[in-house]
């Protein structure tokens, strides 16, 4: 079965840590976003990748890095300058980075992971 | 720049009943826009989307959706609900024909009780 697969789905930061999220997609996808989700703020873009070895910032990217060596795969480390990492993070990727009337499904979503400080 | 105004925090109501999870967008050009559900900790699941065409538009599990593009609004309205829809409720706007990026609301908690 084809989908997004992000691990783990609980993650544990101490003060001072980098720590890497991992997203994996066998949809043969060529864009790949990583989004933030808080509480009453809905879903915010933090970077998202058009194509292998290229990637753009979104709306929350400081804190944040990450790499896209591969087509299936968009790994995010959250690095000790993000001062408050507490989230629930998805990954998501679409067929194109661009939406057309033709586009059959924006983005696909995987089933998140939560990161929390220790 | 876009932005997405879902007008209700928190929506209960009665299995059977009726709802409509409002939703209303800002944007100086033509947009494509979204309905997502998300059960808890898992992610987001695609209700239905608006491109282009007939302004009524029918999705997953029942939900439908009409695009006002005089008023902004892109309401999800459903006849009868069941418990299983309580769930978490996304509206999302992008530029049509621009890139595939959206720009979300801060949702809408729905909760069906018996």
């Known amino acids: 079965d084809g989908g997004i697969t992000q691990s783990p789905k609980y993650l544990f930061r101490k003060e001072g840590q980098n720590v890497t999220l991992s997203c994996e997609q066998n949809?043969?996808?060529?864009?790949m976003y990583w989004y933030r989700q808080d509480p009453g703020q809905g879903l915010r873009l933090i970077y998202y990748s058009q194509i292998v070895n290229d990637f753009q910032k979104g709306d929350i990217a400081e804190g944040y890095s990450v790499s896209r060596e591969k087509k299936e795969s968009f790994p995010l480390t959250v690095t000790s300058a993000q001062k408050n990492p507490t989230a629930f993070y998805l990954c998501?990727?679409?067929?194109?980075?661009?939406?057309?009337?033709?586009?059959?499904?924006?983005?696909?979503f995987g089933d998140g992971t939560r990161l929390s400080i220790l | 720049a876009q932005s997405v105004t879902q007008l209700d925090s928190q929506v209960p109501v009665f299995e059977e009943a009726p709802v409509e999870l409002r939703c209303n967008y800002s944007?100086?050009?033509?947009?494509?826009l979204f309905w997502y559900v998300q059960y808890p900790n898992q992610g987001l699941q695609l209700l239905l989307k608006y491109l282009s065409g007939s302004t009524l538009v029918k999705g997953i599990n029942g939900f439908e959706a009409e695009f006002n593009k005089s008023q902004t609004s892109f309401h999800l309205r459903k006849p009868s609900v069941h418990i299983s829809d309580t769930a978490e409720y996304f509206c999302a706007v992008s530029v049509s024909g621009g890139y595939n990026k959206l720009i979300f609301g801060a949702g809408t908690r729905l909760a069906v009780h018996p």
């Open positions: 998501a990727s679409s067929i194109s980075p661009y939406l057309t009337g033709d586009s059959n499904q924006p983005q696909h």
């Open positions: 944007s100086s050009v033509s947009v494509y």
């Open positions: 949809l043969n996808h060529d864009a």
